[in-house]
């Protein structure tokens, strides 16, 4: 008689050697909910990059009355530049926090090392530095700008 009720597949969280968890407490749960936030906000940079993009080479949509417009208002395109521009290097500071996600140190600061506020991560889950870090950062990028202009 075979009665093994008890033995049927080990529970995924067996095969972990201990419970430990990094310094964050994030549990692979919250990794997954993260990960999937970030390649969604990816997907969404992306989409809306093509958009741009798109409105940026095929101009032919507008009428030419419009652009006469535009020429006078030239900064339309820069901004669209800019736009697509600052949805790239986004872009790129998502796969890093995807890297870092793989690697373990995702939500550590860059910087001091130490974990990043929850807080900042859920408004800026890609973030890179602590708050701390990244104004010292800012405030060291306008130092050496007016440094530059002086
Ligand atoms: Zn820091």
Redesign the pocket.
Known sequence: MSRLPEKKEKPASAKNPSTRQDDNGKDMAQIKVIREALIEKRAAIARQQATQLNELYNPDKHHLADLEEMASDTSDTDSLCAMVDLGSSTIEQIDTALQKLEDGTYGI?E????PIHPDRLEVLPFAS??V??QRKKELNKELARADEES
């Open positions: 600061c910087m001091c090392e130490e530095l602590c701390n870090c």
